[in-house]
């Protein structure tokens, strides 16, 4: 895939389907903070960015063993959900 084909398919997942199927990127990132906190009871304070960038964290991991375009479209992908959701928080 070239890099605009990839952009589009990511911009194309985060305000479609995907939107659609977890609702809104910052609740469900939140959620997910709440989940990872309590799992550590709490002695670790996940943000919703911390989730987007982790998801990208362990996308790049995928990438170590296999290049599929679809991690790299996932990455765009939260790399667009990151830049949106920390500017609707404060950074820690």
Same mark, same amino acid.
């Given at each position: 895939?070239?890099r605009?084909?990839?952009?589009e ?12 199927d977890?609702g809104?990127?910052?609740l469900n990132h ?6 990872w ?6 002695? !670790?304070?996940?943000?919703? =960015?911390d989730v987007v960038?982790?998801? *990208?964290?362990?996308?790049? /991991?995928? !990438?170590?063993?296999s290049? =599929?375009?679809d991690s790299?479209?996932? *990455?765009?992908?939260?790399s /667009?959900i990151?830049?949106e959701?920390s500017?609707?928080?404060d950074?820690?």
């Amino acid at each position: 895939m070239k890099r605009d084909e990839i952009l589009e398919k990511a911009k194309e997942l985060v305000n479609g389907d995907r939107k659609k199927d977890y609702g809104d990127a910052w609740l469900n990132h939140k959620r997910i903070a709440d989940y990872w906190s309590n799992y550590f009871d709490d002695e !670790v304070k996940f943000t919703p =960015t911390d989730v987007v960038v982790m998801m *990208i964290l362990l996308k790049i /991991a995928r !990438v170590q063993n296999s290049c =599929t375009d679809d991690s790299f479209i996932d *990455i765009c992908g939260y790399s /667009a959900i990151a830049g949106e959701i920390s500017q609707i928080m404060d950074w820690k």
